[in-house]
C-alpha cells in the first residue's frame, strides 16, 4: 500500500515473506502440541489404553452463531493451523513434563505412543481462508486415529477462533467506512497481550485494513507498517527555545539551508487573518513539537492537532508549517485528530485546508489527508456517515483487536463419526446439535453471480449440478424447504492436509485478503447490512435431513409419565 496518506514504510527487499515462514521457522513458538486443555491428554491416555488407537474418528469445526449481529463471518487462521500440523511432535522435554502431570501408574507406553506421534495418519479438509462462512458449516473437517484427532481440538480452536472474529470485525469496519478510506489498525497496545496483537495486526489486515502501527507485525507478515506520532511528542517541547536544529535543506539540493522556525512564524503572520485566529494564541511548544516532526520528516508531515486547540492552535500551526515546507519543495501529508466531534472538526479542517488551497492557488493543500483516531467503534463510524465528514483515515485499536461488541466466536470441535458409523450430540437447544457423519458442503450460486445457500450433504451423496433442481432443507425446522436451480456451484472443502504433508499452494497474506474481498463480493447486500441483516440459509440435502432426523429418534430416550 502506498497511498501516501500516512507517513508509511514499505515492506523491503529482504523481508522474510508468509510463505517462506511456513516452510521454515515458526511465527510463534507458543503454538506446539501442549498447547492444549489437560483433558485432551486424558483422553487420549484412555484412547490408548481402551485399544481406540486405531479407531478412525471424524470431527468437524464450526461455530453456531455469526458474531456482531451479523449474518456473516470470514474465515481465518487456516495458515497458522497448517504450520501447526507440520511442525506436530511431543518433544522429550513435553514427555518429561507430562510424566510429573500424569499420575505415576500412566504406563511407559503411552509416553512412547506420543514421543513417536506424527500426523501422518491425519486428513484435514478446510474451506479456503478469507472464505465468507456461515454458521453450522465445517470450516474444517479433520480425520485420522481418534486419539490424535482428539488431541488436536484445543488448538485448532484457539488458532481458528480469534482469528476469524477480528477478521470478521476488520471486514464490518471497512464495509462501515466504504472502499475510499484507508484503514489502520493501531491496537497493540490494548490488545489481549503480546499474541493477541499481533494476532490482531495480522487478521485485520485479511479483513480489509490498509496497515498496522504494529511494527513486528510488518516485518513477520510483510504488512505495510504507518503511523503518526503521539500527544507526549507535542508535550515534550514548551516553546520554540527547545528546538537547536533549525535549518532544513530544501528538497532541491543545490539550494542553501533554510530556517524552518522563522519560516514557519512569517507564515503564521500571514495566515491569521485568513484562519481568523490570533497567532498569540497559538501554543509555541506545539508549533516546536511541528516543526522538530517536519524536519525530521520533510517529506512525510502529519501533525497531531488535538493536543491544545484544534481550531486555534493546531491547524494554524499546522498550516504554517506545511506552507514552509511547501517554500522549500516539500508537500505535507495532513493531520490526525484524536479527541472532540471528529465530523465537525474534520468538516472544519477541510474547510481551513481548501481556504489555503484556494487562496495561495495550492490545490493539492485542499486534499491533505484527515486522520481519526479515540475510541472508534462500528456505530462511530456509520454515526459519522449519517452526519457528514471529511475523514479520509480511521485509526482504530481498542474496539478493533478486543472485539469489544463480541468477544469470542464460539467455534467448536464436534465428533460426527467414528469408523463410518455417524455420532451425534443431542441437545435441548437446536443450536447445539451436532449435524452427524462425513459432510460435503456446496456453495450454490445464483445468475447473478450472488451465493443462494451452503448446501450440506452426505458424504455419498452426489454432487449437485449447475442448472439441476436441488432441494435445500432447514437442518432442523421441517416446514423450511425450497427448491434451488443454481447457475453454478462451489465446492467448499477442499483437501489441505494428506499423509503429513500440505497438499494446496501455500496462500500468500495477500492471496487471503483478495479471497475475503471476492468472497464477500459475492454475499448479496442485504445479508451483509449493518442493521438487521438478512440470514444466510444453510440447508442440508433431503437425504442428510433424514439421516439425522432418523439417527436423532434412535438416540433420544422415550420418556414415560407417571
Ligand atoms: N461526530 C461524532 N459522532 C459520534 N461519535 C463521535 C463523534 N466524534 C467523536 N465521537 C466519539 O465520541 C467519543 C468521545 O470521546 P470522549 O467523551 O472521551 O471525549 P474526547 O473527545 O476524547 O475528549 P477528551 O480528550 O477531552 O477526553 C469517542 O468514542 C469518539 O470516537
Ligand atoms: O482509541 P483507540 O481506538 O484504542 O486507538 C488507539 C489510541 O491509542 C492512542 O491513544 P493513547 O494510548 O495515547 O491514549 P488515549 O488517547 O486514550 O489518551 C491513540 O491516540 C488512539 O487514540
Ligand atoms: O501512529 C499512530 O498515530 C498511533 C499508533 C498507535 C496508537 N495510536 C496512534
Ligand atoms: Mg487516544
Known amino acids: ?68 449481529r451479523g449474518e456473516f463471518t470470514i474465515f481465518a487462521g487456516l495458515h497458522e493451523c497448517l504450520k501447526f500440523f507440520n511442525n506436530y511432535t511431543f518433544s522429550k522435554s513435553d514427555i518429561d513434563y507430562l510424566r510429573t502431570i500424569l499420575p505415576p501408574s500412566t504406563e511407559e507406553g503411552f509416553f512412547q505412543y ?37 488431541l488436536l481440538e484445543t488448538t485448532l480452536l484457539t488458532l481458528v477462533n480469534y482469528a476469524s472474529l477480528v477478521a470478521t470485525n476488520a471486514a464490518r469496519f471497512r464495509m462501515a467506512a466504504g472502499p475510499g478510506k484507508s484503514l489502520l489498525e493501531f491496537g497493540l497496545r490494548r490488545a489481549q497481550g503480546p499474541d493477541g496483537g499481533l494476532s490482531a495486526s495480522k487478521y485485520c489486515y485479511i479483513g480489509g485494513f490498509d496497515g498496522t502501527s504494529n511494527v513486528l507485525a510488518g516485518k513477520l507478515f ?17 516553546s520554540l527555545d527547545d528546538l537547536k536544529n533549525r535549518m532544513l535543506q530544501p528538497a532541491d ?13 512569517t507564515w503564521l503572520d500571514r495566515i491569521e487573518g485568513l484562519l481568523e485566529i490570533l497567532k498569540e494564541e497559538t501554543h509555541k511548544g506545539e508549533l516546536a513539537s511541528f516543526i522538530s516532526y517536519a524536519m525530521a520528516f520533510p517529506t512525510g508531515f502529519l501533525a497531531l492537532v488535538d493536543t491544545y486547540d484544534v481550531l486555534r492552535s493546531g491547524i494554524p500551526n499546522f498550516v504554517a508549517v506545511a506552507l514552509s515546507l511547501h517554500d522549500l519543495g516539500y508537500k505535507s501529508i495532513g493531520i490526525r485528530l484524536d479527541s472532540g466531534d471528529l465530523a465537525y472538526l474534520s468538516l472544519r479542517a477541510r474547510e481551513i485546508f481548501t481556504k489555503i488551497a484556494d487562496k495561495y492557488n495550492l490545490p493539492w493543500f485542499a486534499k491533505l489527508n484527515i486522520v481519526a483516531s ?9 454515526s459519522l456517515n449519517q452526519q457528514g465528514h471529511s475523514i479520509d483515515t480511521y485509526g482504530i485499536g481498542t474496539h478493533l483487536v478486543t472485539c469489544q461488541r463480541q468477544p469470542a466466536l464460539g467455534c467448536v470441535f464436534k465428533l460426527v463419526e467414528v469408523d463410518g458409523v455417524a455420532r ?12 452427524p457423519g462425513k459432510k460435503n458442503v456446496f456453495r450454490l450460486y445464483g445468475h447473478d453471480g450472488h451465493a443462494l445457500v451452503d448446501l450440506m450433504m452426505q458424504e455419498k451423496e452426489e454432487a449437485p449440478s449447475p442448472g439441476q433442481r436441488v432441494l435445500c432443507r432447514h437442518p432442523f425446522e421441517e416446514s423450511k424447504r425450497a427448491y ?3 447457475a453454478s456451484v462451489e465446492p467448499l472443502l477442499k483437501k489441505y492436509w494428506f499423509e503429513g504433508k500440505i497438499c494446496q499452494p501455500v496462500q500468500s497474506l495477500h492471496d487471503i485478503k483478495s479471497r475475503m474481498e471476492s468472497s464477500l463480493r459475492s454475499l448479496r447486500a442485504d445479508h451483509k447490512r449493518a442493521l438487521n441483516p438478512t440470514p444466510y440459509k444453510v440447508s442440508v440435502t433431503a437425504g442428510l435431513y433424514q439421516f439425522m432426523h432418523d439417527l436423532w429418534l434412535h438416540n433420544a430416550p422415550i420418556g414415560e409419565l407417571s
Open 1 to 68: 500500500m502506498a497511498d501516501g496518506t500516512v507517513s508509511d514504510h514499505k515492506p523491503g527487499e529482504i523481508r522474510r515473506t508468509f510463505s517462506t515462514l511456513s516452510t521454515g521457522q515458526d511465527q510463534n513458538g507458543v503454538v506446539q502440541p501442549l498447547l492444549t486443555d489437560l483433558y485432551q491428554i486424558t483422553m487420549a491416555y484412555a484412547h490408548w489404553k481402551s485399544e481406540k488407537r486405531t479407531d478412525h474418528a471424524v470431527f468437524d469445526l464450526y461455530f453456531r452463531k455469526n458474531p456482531f
Open 114 to 150: 506420543l514421543s513417536d506421534m506424527d500426523l501422518s495418519q491425519v486428513t484435514m479438509y478446510a474451506i479456503p481462508e478469507g472464505s465468507v462462512v456461515f454458521p453450522k458449516v465445517p470450516l474444517l473437517r479433520v480425520e485420522g486415529p481418534l486419539p490424535i484427532v482428539q
Open 222 to 238: 510483510n504488512i505495510p507498517v504507518k503511523g503518526t506520532h503521539a500527544h507526549a511528542f507535542v508535550t515534550s517541547f514548551t
Open 253 to 265: 539540493q543545490s539550494k542553501s539551508l533554510q530556517n524552518l522556525v522563522e519560516m514557519s512564524q
Open 374 to 382: 479515540n475510541d472508534i467503534n462500528e456505530e462511530t463510524i456509520h
Open 424 to 435: 451425534m450430540k443431542l441437545s435441548q437447544d437446536m443450536e447445539k446439535m451436532t449435524l
Open 484 to 486: 434451488v436451480i443454481p
